[in-house]
């Protein structure tokens, strides 16, 4: 049956049979329910004359936003494609670049989200779709060049809202009535207990020591299959496990590992000994492109590795490494850079016993992440800079995502200890409107500022973020001083249950697959 006609039959089906699916505790059964009602109404409500005469389908409504949006998304990045970027200067082609490959990877998420019973996955999806939306207009933004957005299709502005009503209404689809995912959520797993994307033959890698068995050896003495990293992702590929053997040195290189490179893992000889870095920056590129290293594909794993962006903090936005891979996990690396090092950007990830270096939001994005058991080491900044460790970027408040720092340690790097009274350190400031950002049972040196938390802009979301803190100790951890934001929190074990590796990553059914420890609850 044609596409479209099974969507009349269920936009019919819904208003005749309004399910019962709920949020906040009242049941959606029509657009009046979702936050922008008017656009619902414009592109679902408009249609039921059309189908008013049907009865019957497999569809609920649910079904019906997501495959809207998703005919949305398609036209969007059809409209998008046709601009002709000729009459561009070159920052704004840069930026255009960026919107062009960010539709494109929202169109993927979307139709992953309509062949999916699991409203986990569709809310990960759901919130990397916005994050999308955000990127691209940072891109214009980020060079001052907002006069440009002008340019963009008319219908970006109700394309954001119907991603946004998707992901109340799948939100409520939930039955915990959540945005937090159960422990041990509904992962793909082989009988072995290991997800598909993982063969048991690999899951020990990241464990193991000295060589690792490869598939690729990248060597600069020539000694390996290739002299680059970029040239073995290249050569990687097949949906399989490639794992790749980056030998000691000193790779100066920019590394994009693409969307379709999917299953990769990175093993090099230990931080500080495989080094992958570069001086990308904000004044030559967009934040998003300027990343040493930038993921997409999928269930993509590192180990003993250090990224690091050169470009100083006189360059301001300089990523060291970017992530939107889903289901990535980074084991004994190193991030350094100073402002923007580790650009957490979208989707699932899990940090453990690694280093991360920078000085204003070094640790941002809009990821589901959740670093354990890592060091994080504030650099001195420039003269007058107020050093801020985190800035989550999450712009709904139905989105699952958020920055969880557990059982980790944060302190002054060696550049910053002889002069630590010079300047202010505060565990993060409020990118998006819904930030939310959990440091729970981690170590915070006289470094932080009693006050803890920094302001944006003004008065900008400090009553809608979400920012909290459980049971942390040192010299900065009191929280007697602390903002008086309304979205700040001290929380107690109940609360911080919810933003563990096993109920915020649902980690404890894919992450032992990597052979990486864990903790999976407080």
Known sequence: MDKLVLLAISLAHFFIFPPAYFVNGAPITSCTQTPYPDVCDHYIGNSVSVAAQLDQTQFSFRDVALQVTLNQAVQVHRLISSIDPSSFHERAKLAWDDCLELYEDTVQHLNQSTSTNDPIDSQTWLSAAIANQQTCQNGFIDFKLASHLQILPPTLGNFTKLISNSLAINKATTSSHSSFPKQDGNRRLLS?????????????????????????????????????????????????????????????????????????????????????????????????????????????????????????PQ????????????????????????????????????????????????????????????????????????????????????????????????????????????????????????SRTVFMKSTLDGLIDKEGWLPWSGSFALSTLYYAEYMNTGAGASTGGRVKWGGYHVIGAAEAGKFTVGNFLAGSSWIPSTGVPFDAGL
Not at 217 to 242: H, L, P, W, Y
């Open 192 to 312: 072995d207990g290991f997800p598909a994307w993982l063969s048991a033959a690999n899951r020990k890698l990241l464990q193991s020591s000295g060589a690792p068995k490869a598939d690729i050896v990248v060597a600069q003495d020539g000694s390996g299959n290739f002299k680059t990293i970029t040239e073995a992702v290249a050569a990687a590929g097949g949906g399989k496990r490639s794992v790749i053997y980056v030998k000691s040195g000193v790779y100066k290189e920019s590394v994009d590992i693409k969307k379709s490179a999917k299953n990769i893992m990175l093993i090099g000889d230990g931080i500080d000994a495989t080094i992958v870095t570069g001086s990308k920056n904000a004044q030559t590129t967009t934040t998003f492109r300027s990343a040493t290293v930038g993921v997409s594909g999928d269930g993509f794993v590192a180990r003993d590795i250090t990224f690091e962006n050169t470009a100083g």
């Open 315 to 434: 360059k301001h936005q300089a990523v060291a490494f970017r992530s939107g891979s889903d289901f990535s996990v980074f084991y004994r690396c190193s991030f350094k850079g100073y402002q923007d090092t580790l650009y957490v950007y979208s989707q699932r990830q899990f940090y453990r016993e690694c280093d991360i270096y920078g000085t204003v939001d070094f640790i941002f994005g809009d990821a589901v992440a959740l670093l354990q058991s890592c060091n994080i080491y504030i650099r001195r900044p420039m003269s007058g800079q107020k050093n801020t460790v985190t800035a989550q970027g999450r712009t709904d408040p139905n989105e699952n995502t958020g920055i969880i720092i557990h059982n980790s340690r944060v302190t002054a790097a060696s550049d910053l200890k002889v002069v630590q009274g010079s300047f202010k350190s505060y565990l993060g400031r409020p990118w998006q409107k819904y």
